[in-house]
């Protein structure tokens, strides 16, 4: 299937590595002239780097900037961000919110009202939130991924409304359990307060999951390059859950 893609400027945060990296390389693979952003200068992954902080307050600003000095208004927008330490709801303080929200709901949030305009006006647009599926049922010592995400799912849902009429579509994919880095993390959180090898954790989470295994994050950059494309064009105001069955509500 031809997804449409070339020659379609994409801006995908959270490019160095994990979900974000692999849907930069499959939007790059479909044609895609990619832009990359992540805190570090690493390996761009198509046309242009971008180097910023999302904890920055003056990131989205220096992102919007560069895109801009280099000509290009990106038609697909990939909202995607580190998610935060760990932790459980008796616990958490409105410091330790505050501390995640400008790179996990305010960047996106500045990002997306900066480039929607361009969008509206070319009759095409696509924005991609990476979330979780902690969305529909929500993971155990993670509330601020569980909290902060579920608003930026709300915004999503309500945008999505408003500019559907104008070619703009707006998505949630929800990951389940992904072989990156960060799940590596996580279970390793998880087993230090277990007693539990890093390996049992694994393997226990692997029980859970219907298709018995980690997902691969090509699969993952492979689902949001169809999203991205015109194909999509019906689909918006949705939350694709991507976890190998193992969320138990549809």
Same mark, same amino acid.
Do not use: Y
């Given at each position: 299937?031809?997804?449409?893609?070339?020659?379609?400027?994409?801006?995908?945060?959270?490019? @160095?590595?994990?979900? $974000? /990296?692999?849907?930069?390389?499959?939007?790059? =693979?479909?044609?895609?002239? &990619?832009?990359?952003?992540? /805190?570090?200068?690493?390996?761009?992954?198509?046309?242009?780097?971008?180097?910023?902080?999302?904890?920055?307050?003056?990131?989205?600003?220096?992102?919007?900037?560069?895109?801009?000095?280099? $000509?290009?208004?990106?038609?697909?927008?990939?909202?995607?961000?580190?998610?935060?330490?760990? $932790?459980?709801? !008796?616990?958490?303080?409105?410091?330790?919110?505050?501390?995640?929200?400008?790179?996990?709901?305010?960047?996106?949030?500045?990002?997306?009202?900066?480039?929607?305009?361009?969008? /509206?006006?070319?009759?095409?647009?696509?924005?991609?939130?990476? !979330?979780?599926? @902690?969305?529909?049922?929500? %993971?155990?010592?993670?509330?601020?991924?569980?909290? &902060?995400?579920?608003?930026?799912?709300?915004?999503? #849902?309500?945008?999505?409304?408003?500019?559907?009429?104008?070619? &703009?579509? &707006?998505?949630?994919?929800?990951? $389940?359990?992904?072989?990156?880095?960060?799940?590596?993390?996580?279970?390793?959180?998880?087993?230090?307060?277990?007693?539990?090898?890093?390996?049992?954790?694994?393997?226990?989470?692997? !029980?859970?999951?219907?298709?018995?295994?980690?997902?691969?994050?090509?699969?993952?950059?492979?689902?949001? =390059?169809?999203?991205?494309?015109?194909?999509?064009?019906? %689909?918006?105001?949705?939350?694709? #859950?991507?976890?190998?069955?193992?969320? !138990?509500?549809?």
């Amino acid at each position: 299937m031809d997804l449409q893609l070339q020659g379609k400027t994409a801006l995908v945060l959270g490019a @160095s590595k994990g979900l $974000g /990296r692999a849907i930069a390389v499959a939007l790059a =693979a479909e044609g895609s002239e &990619v832009v990359t952003v992540a /805190r570090s200068e690493g390996q761009s992954h198509g046309v242009q780097h971008i180097a910023a902080d999302l904890d920055d307050p003056a990131a989205p600003q220096a992102i919007i900037d560069a895109v801009t000095a280099a $000509g290009r208004s990106p038609d697909i927008l990939v909202l995607n961000a580190g998610g935060p330490p760990t $932790g459980g709801a !008796a616990s958490t303080t409105p410091a330790d919110f505050a501390a995640v929200l400008p790179r996990m709901f305010n960047a996106q949030l500045a990002l997306a009202q900066a480039f929607l305009p361009a969008m /509206r006006a070319r009759g095409f647009g696509r924005i991609l939130a990476v !979330a979780s599926t @902690s969305l529909v049922t929500p %993971i155990p010592g993670l509330v601020l991924s569980n909290a &902060v995400r579920a608003m930026l799912a709300s915004w999503c #849902k309500t945008l999505a409304a408003e500019v559907a009429a104008d070619g &703009v579509t &707006v998505n949630l994919l929800l990951p $389940g359990q992904i072989a990156t880095d960060r799940l590596t993390s996580l279970h390793a959180a998880m087993a230090a307060g277990s007693g539990m090898a890093p390996e049992q954790v694994t393997s226990r989470s692997i !029980a859970a999951i219907p298709a018995g295994r980690l997902g691969r994050p090509e699969e993952f950059g492979d689902i949001a =390059a169809f999203l991205a494309s015109p194909r999509a064009a019906f %689909i918006t105001g949705s939350a694709i #859950k991507v976890d190998g069955g193992q969320t !138990a509500t549809l």
